[in-house]
């Protein structure tokens, strides 16, 4: 493994070698980057963490009342099922019409 002292060293003599300009450009070239990144990034339309968190449980809460009206609903439907199959078998029931009297 080589020795980080080594490398730090080995990076020291390069940035001397490299002439001032360049390395005035590689700073202004990494400022603008990092200038560009910002903008873009602030331009996306991203949440905080503590926002989304809120969210997802808003939406859990929600998601939890809609199963239980789900539940509600069912439980109103079987009440109802058997009076209307009832409703229904005596609508077609032969009742006597007034032609019959």
Do not use: C, N, Y
């Amino acid at each position: 493994m080589i020795d980080p002292k080594k490398i730090e060293e080995l990076a020291k003599q390069i940035g001397q070698v490299i002439p001032p300009q360049v390395r005035q450009f590689a700073d202004d070239v990494e400022a603008k980057v990092k200038q560009v990144l910002q903008a873009k990034l602030a331009d996306l339309d991203f949440v905080s963490r503590e926002e989304f968190d809120v969210q997802r449980q808003v939406l859990l809460r929600t998601r939890e009342k809609v199963e239980l009206m789900e539940q509600q609903l069912a439980a109103l439907l079987a009440e109802k099922t058997p009076a209307a199959a009832k409703l229904q078998q005596f609508e077609h029931t032969d009742l006597p019409t007034s032609d019959q009297t």
